[in-house]
């Protein structure tokens, strides 16, 4: 057995075995060590592997699918081992001892899941494929649970961008890619062919060419190489779902990069939760299908004017009728999750319930497409839309005569078709009915025979029907004349059989097997049938999807008094009445107000310069905008009272690096790093939010790269800008950018406390409020008058040296102690420099070496 068990380990090495025995899965050797602990289950062992025991755990085959999900959340990839054959098979083709034949099945993974358990409804489940060709590289992204399929092409500076929109679950590139990201899957690179890729996608689709579907680059093809072998591999040459490839142009959506994402929390919040998300404080969807859509909205805005108006329409006819609204979303309330249903059942993962799905959400698109056919004042997404939501009444009518009203999840016990569909079954179903009434009428007839009121006639799988009697009363039954048999004799019951009971329990056991094949038989065809309308189902799935989310978005719009923004070409953005969804949210809990502010940007006041006090709120309006904009592209209301936003191509997003630390992954220099891509891509049409640039390194040149960035956004990038600082020096940078102007977040010292307003004004901020900020958050009074003592020595020798006047204005306090310690390292450095090391004697070596230590010090 554990060469059998080694051989298919051998085929899976980068996986957890499940080896089926049984009515178990067991875990052997490492992978036992592993999933014991993931799972938290007894680590056992078995037998001897040279000479050591053999760690071993299992899980019980009917409930795998939770312990599946633990081990696939926890980073694992699991194979599934099962027996091919049964015990006599394995009998007859290699005598009494011959194991039983196992093959891997399946391989787990957590882009590869189609199971409804393994799933969460509320989210893609994307897996892509990545393959350099030449300068570009190839991207293949498809979520297999609802058959979506799209190829892309992007760079290596790009590359992050597209992963970070796509969120995949995993992610499969080349062997021999050396810039393969750590945590992908590696294939062998031959299987990322561009003609034989291309070749699969024709043949998935039974079609002569690609043209139809879009035009695609090689590198694309070579990711859907790579992506269809790996599916391949993973399903065991049998494919799931795919619906035909979508390319995606480079240019149909706003651009965002990773850090800008993260920045704005579109998706997750900083701590990594969908809670605290921008699309956790936006999603009033009703249904699985209609959240998946908002995330994947949120995360590719759309730059066409006349896509995002359509968008809008829908929500605004939805948001303005209540009545049809609410109508709406209770109709959609009752969808099942017909995309994901539909990717089980091509796969050939369907359940009698998946089924009933489908039958029940074709049903509920065609009332919904009844209810929007039924007003002619409909808007003309809603009227494309209409077509994809009927045209099913065939599968629907065909469904809902064969199926009983709610099937069951398991297809081997049979009982999922309906009563009245087959003749020939509901003969089988009455037949071993009658019987089992014979079965009844005979117990009471040897109740009588026998006399012994006692006497039962019960089931059980090892046996089947038997006839049981109390042990006092066996002797009668055990008469030779008595026409019953002994079968078994247990501590206080004896047990029998008898011609006529096992007639009818043939009879039964024959109507059932031929029921269940019936039953069967049915299956096939109903999943046939299913399958061969897959297009129109998705289609149907997806225009489902598009309502819930628009009316999402109306019923959020209600909900919070959100405003319908006008998008237009020229680049202005002019919000008045702005407010952070998340951050207002978060404070309504608390029960205080958020307080709305107002931003006007234009060709001529393009970068807003924001000061103010820390905690005064600068964050928190730089996001809203930017949140207001992706809102607004994406095709939904804002919080605001009335928006006028200008069509942003690419949005950007930087906090300084102090402000990263606490999530454990920035330095100065990916702040640099993030900035330099800000100042390389932005153009005219762009929108950037600098929150606090520079304030990962010193005060001097942090300061100074601050003043330089500036400059160059309003300079050369010309984009609008919305640029929060605490330094007061930037403040001069008004008096040479025309298209700069100055602003602070209000706030007033009272009885010398501070209170911060969240209020933005015009000018710029009077003074810091550094040390009203410490008091406010507890540091000592002590501590805080010291500090007050020292501003004033420090304020007065500024006022007595007159400052810097030129160029940057005044330098910062410490400057000057900056620059001497600088002095210090440079004579430190040219010392070192001038060192001919080769030509030192140990001893003047380790003289010298004192020396540096020495002046180091001092
Ligand atoms: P800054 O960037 O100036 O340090 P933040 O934007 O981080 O300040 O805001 C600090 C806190 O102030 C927020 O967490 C929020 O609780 C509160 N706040 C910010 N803006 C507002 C507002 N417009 N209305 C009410 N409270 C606000």
């Known amino acids: 057995m554990m060469a059998q068990y080694l051989a298919l380990k051998d085929q899976a090495p980068d996986c957890l075995l499940f080896y089926r025995m049984g009515d178990f899965f067991e875990l052997f050797f490492d992978d036992a060590r592993q999933a014991a602990q993931i799972l938290d289950i007894a680590l056992t062992s078995r037998g001897e592997h040279s000479g050591a025991p053999i760690p071993m755990c299992g899980v019980p085959v009917h409930s795998a699918e939770s312990y599946l999900a633990r081990l696939i959340r926890a980073g694992c990839r699991v194979a599934i081992a099962e027996q091919v054959e049964t015990p006599e098979e394995a009998k007859k083709r290699g005598g009494s001892k011959a194991?039983?034949?196992?093959?891997?099945?399946?391989?787990?993974?957590?882009?590869?899941?189609?199971?409804?358990?393994?799933?969460?409804?509320?989210?893609?489940?994307?897996?892509?494929?990545?393959?350099?060709?030449?300068?570009?590289?190839?991207?293949?992204?498809?979520?297999?649970?609802?058959?979506?399929?799209?190829?892309?092409?992007?760079?290596?500076?790009?590359?992050?961008?597209?992963?970070?929109?796509?969120?995949?679950?995993?992610?499969?590139?080349?062997?021999?890619?050396?810039?393969?990201?750590?945590?992908?899957?590696?294939?062998?690179?031959?299987?990322?062919?561009?003609?034989?890729?291309?070749?699969?996608?024709?043949?998935?689709?039974?079609?002569?060419?690609?043209?139809?579907?879009?035009?695609?680059?090689?590198?694309?093809?070579?990711?859907?190489?790579?992506?269809?072998?790996?599916?391949?591999?993973?399903?065991?040459?049998?494919?799931?779902f795919l619906l035909p490839p979508v390319a995606r142009g480079g240019h149909a959506h706003m651009a965002m990069d990773e850090a800008t994402r993260a920045s704005l929390e579109v998706l997750v919040s900083a701590s990594g939760t969908r809670?605290?998300?921008?699309?956790?404080?936006?999603?009033?969807?009703?249904?699985?299908?209609?959240?998946?859509?908002?995330?994947?909205?949120?995360?590719?805005?759309?730059?066409?004017?006349?896509?995002?108006?359509?968008?809008?329409?829908?929500?605004?006819?939805?948001?303005?009728?209540?009545?049809?609204?609410?109508?709406?979303?209770?109709?959609?309330?009752a969808v099942p999750d017909l995309g994901r249903a539909l990717g089980?059942?091509?796969?050939?993962?369907?359940?009698?319930?998946?089924?009933?799905?489908?039958?029940?959400?074709?049903?509920?698109?065609?009332?919904?497409?009844?209810?929007?056919?039924?007003?002619?004042?409909?808007?003309?997404?809603?009227?494309?839309?209409?077509?994809?939501?009927?045209?099913?009444?065939?599968?629907?009518?065909?469904?809902?005569?064969?199926?009983?009203?709610?099937?069951?999840?398991?297809r081997g016990q049979g009982g999922f078709i309906a009563e009245g569909y087959d003749a020939d079954l509901d003969?089988?179903?009455?037949?071993?009915?009658?019987?089992?009434?014979?079965?009844?009428?005979?117990?009471?007839?040897?109740?009588?025979e026998t006399g012994v009121a006692a006497l039962k006639i019960r089931h059980n799988g090892v046996l089947g029907y038997f006839i049981e009697v109390p042990a006092r009363h066996a002797d009668r039954l055990m008469q030779p004349d008595s026409g019953f048999t002994h079968r078994q004799t247990m501590a206080g019951a004896v047990r029998f059989n008898a011609l006529a009971l096992h007639e009818e329990a043939s009879r039964i056991a024959e109507a059932g097997g031929h029921a269940l094949a019936a039953e069967e038989a049915h299956?096939?065809?109903?999943?046939?049938?299913?399958?061969?309308?897959?297009?129109?189902?998705?289609?149907?799935?997806?225009?489902?999807?598009?309502?819930?989310?628009?009316?999402?978005?109306?019923?959020?719009?209600?909900?919070?008094?959100?405003?319908?923004?006008?998008?237009?070409?020229?680049?202005?953005?002019?919000?008045?009445?702005?407010?952070?969804?998340?951050?207002?949210?978060?404070?309504?809990?608390?029960?205080?107000?958020?307080?709305?502010?107002?931003?006007?940007?234009?060709?001529?006041?393009?970068?807003?310069?924001?000061?103010?006090?820390?905690?005064?709120?600068?964050?928190?309006?730089?996001?809203?905008?930017?949140?207001?904009?992706?809102?607004?592209?994406?095709?939904?209301?804002?919080?605001?009272?009335?928006a006028r936003v200008g069509l942003v191509d690419r949005l950007f997003s930087r906090v300084g690096a102090s402000d990263n630390l606490a999530r454990g992954r920035s330095t100065f220099m990916v702040e640099m790093v993030e900035t330099a891509a800000i100042l390389q891509q932005a153009g005219e049409r762009s929108f950037v939010i600098l929150d606090e640039v520079g304030r990962g390194t010193s005060t001097y040149d942090?300061?100074?790269?601050?003043?330089?960035?500036?400059?160059?956004?309003?300079?050369?990038?010309?984009?609008?800008?919305?640029?929060?600082?605490?330094?007061?020096?930037?403040?001069?940078?008004?008096?040479?950018?025309?298209?700069?102007?100055?602003?602070?977040?209000?706030?007033?010292?009272?009885?010398?406390?501070?209170?911060?307003?969240?209020?933005?004004?015009?000018?710029?901020?009077?003074?810091?409020?550094?040390?009203?900020?410490?008091?406010?958050?507890?540091?000592?009074?002590?501590?805080?008058?010291r500090a007050r003592a020292v501003l004033d020595k420090l304020e007065k020798g500024r006022a007595a040296t007159g400052g810097l006047a030129a160029g940057l204005g005044d330098l910062p306090l410490f400057a000057a102690a900056i620059e001497a310690a600088e002095e210090k390292v440079d004579a430190l450095r040219d010392k070192l420099n001038a060192l001919d090391i080769d030509a030192l004697s140990p001893r003047a070596a380790l003289d010298l070496l004192y020396d540096l230590k020495r002046e180091a010090n001092s």
């Open 99 to 240: 194991l039983v034949a196992r093959d891997i099945v399946r391989f787990v993974t957590a882009g590869t899941l189609t199971e409804e358990a393994l799933l969460n409804p509320r989210e893609s489940n994307v897996l892509v494929a990545i393959c350099p060709l030449r300068e570009s590289l190839g991207l293949a992204a498809c979520d297999i649970s609802t058959g979506t399929m799209e190829l892309e092409e992007c760079t290596a500076q790009t590359l992050g961008a597209a992963l970070a929109r796509l969120s995949p679950r995993e992610v499969v590139c080349p062997q021999d890619w050396d810039m393969a990201p750590p945590e992908a899957v590696t294939r062998e690179g031959r299987t990322f062919d561009s003609a034989a890729g291309e070749t699969r996608l024709r043949d998935i689709h039974g079609v002569a060419t690609l043209d139809g579907f879009g035009a695609f680059s090689r590198a694309m093809l070579a990711a859907a190489g790579g992506l269809i072998a790996y599916l391949d591999h993973v399903g065991r040459g049998r494919l799931p």
């Open 275 to 333: 809670a605290g998300s921008l699309t956790d404080a936006v999603d009033r969807c009703v249904t699985g299908a209609g959240a998946r859509l908002l995330a994947q909205d949120l995360s590719a805005p759309l730059l066409d004017v006349g896509m995002i108006g359509a968008r809008l329409a829908l929500v605004q006819w939805l948001a303005e009728d209540s009545l049809l609204r609410d109508d709406l979303r209770a109709a959609l309330r």
């Open 344 to 410: 089980r059942v091509v796969a050939g993962r369907g359940s009698p319930r998946d089924l009933g799905q489908l039958r029940d959400g074709l049903a509920q698109a065609q009332a919904l497409h009844d209810v929007l056919a039924a007003r002619d004042d409909r808007p003309d997404l809603a009227r494309a839309l209409l077509p994809r939501l009927t045209g099913h009444q065939a599968l629907v009518d065909l469904f809902t005569r064969a199926l009983v009203a709610t099937p069951p999840t398991e």
């Open 427 to 448: 003969a089988l179903r009455a037949a071993s009915g009658n019987s089992r009434r014979a079965i009844a009428a005979l117990e009471a007839k040897y109740r009588d």
């Open 523 to 642: 299956f096939e065809d109903l999943i046939a049938q299913a399958s061969a309308a897959r297009e129109g189902i998705a289609a149907s799935a997806a225009a489902l999807a598009r309502l819930d989310v628009a009316a999402s978005h109306a019923q959020r719009a209600i909900e919070g008094g959100w405003c319908l923004p006008h998008v237009v070409e020229e680049p202005v953005l002019a919000i008045a009445g702005g407010r952070h969804p998340v951050v207002e949210a978060a404070l309504a809990k608390a029960g205080e107000r958020f307080v709305a502010n107002d931003c006007t940007l234009a060709a001529t006041d393009r970068l807003w310069l924001v000061g103010g006090p820390n905690m005064g709120g600068k964050s928190t309006f730089l996001r809203q905008n930017a949140l207001i904009v992706l809102l607004a592209q994406a095709g939904a209301y804002v919080p605001a009272q009335s």
């Open 702 to 785: 942090g300061l100074a790269l601050a003043w330089a960035v500036a400059e160059a956004v309003h300079e050369v990038n010309r984009c609008r800008c919305l640029f929060a600082t605490h330094y007061h020096e930037m403040q001069r940078l008004a008096e040479t950018c025309p298209a700069l102007s100055l602003h602070h977040v209000r706030a007033r010292e009272w009885k010398g406390d501070l209170v911060l307003l969240h209020e933005l004004a015009q000018g710029p901020a009077d003074k810091s409020y550094g040390l009203a900020v410490a008091r406010l958050a507890g540091v000592p009074d002590a501590v805080v008058k």
